[in-house]
């Protein structure tokens, strides 16, 4: 079995389901990942900031030396971190992910914020002393991104794409880009809907991926919404309706509309019931109001370790 696909403006196909890293220990990604491909998953989404894309990696080489799967038929993501914005470091870092992942090529590069973390050393998360708040670096994310569409023309990627992103910088983006964004990957789930952001995307042909899709119950962040998405008595009754878990009502409500999902998960019985068991059924107009109605703009990823950063999307005063 296999995952639809969503046509990509560059011609290339994304599965609509991908296995999402984030927060994966490095001692378990490995074998998370051989039992997804073993499942059918072709679509991993991964960033240097996770620390481990050389366990995914592992993984990735092994089943494509076993001939279960074979680089053309993974769609693999990888995501510039802020302290590499500096347009001559973007293509070191594209090659360290590459290489990583042990593959010769990316599917997708997305700039994974669009804030500058200041640069120089091996340190990811650079603080200042003072107030204990990201050290940032006056590169406009511009200047990067027309270093990684020279990564497309280099061959190291297929696509480039962009990570939260707001409205502001996105029409900002659209305007100076020679090559557009093909991906915008958001935070995106019924606390959080995003509309404007995702009909400005689709207006421009740019694909939405969503990250905790599933209301992300593990965050260190913030916790909005008066329970958990996965126990949300509206969530549950539907869940109940359709004969389907929570968690699959959910990635239903983000594909049904076109988004793709990258849920992320180590339990092989999970990435099984999340792969197999969204693509039989059709949620109600009814239904999908409902959920559509617990948009409350809550948000758990809200990176308040960089407020202060001109490019910072989410903080209260919009960045430009």
Not at 74 to 98: G, M, Q, Y
Not at 286 to 300: K, S, T, V
Request: glycine share 6%; proline share 6%.
């Amino acid at each position: 079995m296999s995952t639809p696909n969503f046509l990509l403006s560059n011609g290339k196909n994304m599965p609509m389901l991908g296995l999402g890293t984030w927060r994966s220990p490095p001692e378990v990604v490995t074998q998370a990942v051989k039992d997804a491909i073993d499942i059918g998953y072709r679509h991993f989404d991964c960033a240097h900031i996770y620390g481990n894309e050389a366990q995914v990696g592992a993984a990735l080489r092994e089943k494509m030396d076993e001939g279960v799967v074979t680089r053309d038929e993974l769609f693999i993501t990888s995501k510039l971190w802020n302290t590499h914005h500096k347009p001559d470091l973007v293509r070191p870092a594209c090659e360290t992910s590459i290489r990583n992942l042990g593959v010769n090529y990316l599917n997708l590069y997305l700039m994974h914020w669009p804030m500058a973390y200041k640069s120089g050393n091996e340190n990811l998360y650079p603080t200042c002393p003072d107030t204990n708040k990201a050290a940032f670096e006056d590169i406009d994310y511009v200047d990067t991104w027309r270093a990684m569409e020279n990564l497309v023309d280099e061959g190291l990627v297929q696509a480039i794409g962009v990570s939260n992103f707001n409205e502001q910088q996105m029409n900002r983006l659209l305007s100076v880009a020679k090559l557009k964004p093909v991906v915008l990957q958001i935070e995106c789930h019924p606390y959080l809907s995003q509309k404007p952001l995702i009909t400005l995307c689709y207006d421009n042909a740019i694909a939405v991926t969503a990250y905790s899709c599933l209301g992300s119950g593990h965050t260190p962040y913030e916790k909005p919404g008066a329970y958990p998405l996965l126990q949300h008595p509206t969530i549950l009754a539907i869940a109940e309706k359709y004969e389907r878990t929570a968690a699959q009502v959910l990635l239903r409500y983000q594909t049904q509309s076109g988004i793709i999902v990258i849920p992320r998960s180590v339990s092989k019985q999970h990435m099984l019931d999340n792969f197999k068991r969204i693509w039989d059924f059709e949620l109600a107009i009814d239904d999908i109001q409902a959920i559509n109605d617990l948009d409350c703009n809550g948000r758990f990823m809200t990176m308040k370790a960089a407020y202060g950063h001109p490019h910072h999307p989410f903080e209260p005063v919009q960045a430009k």
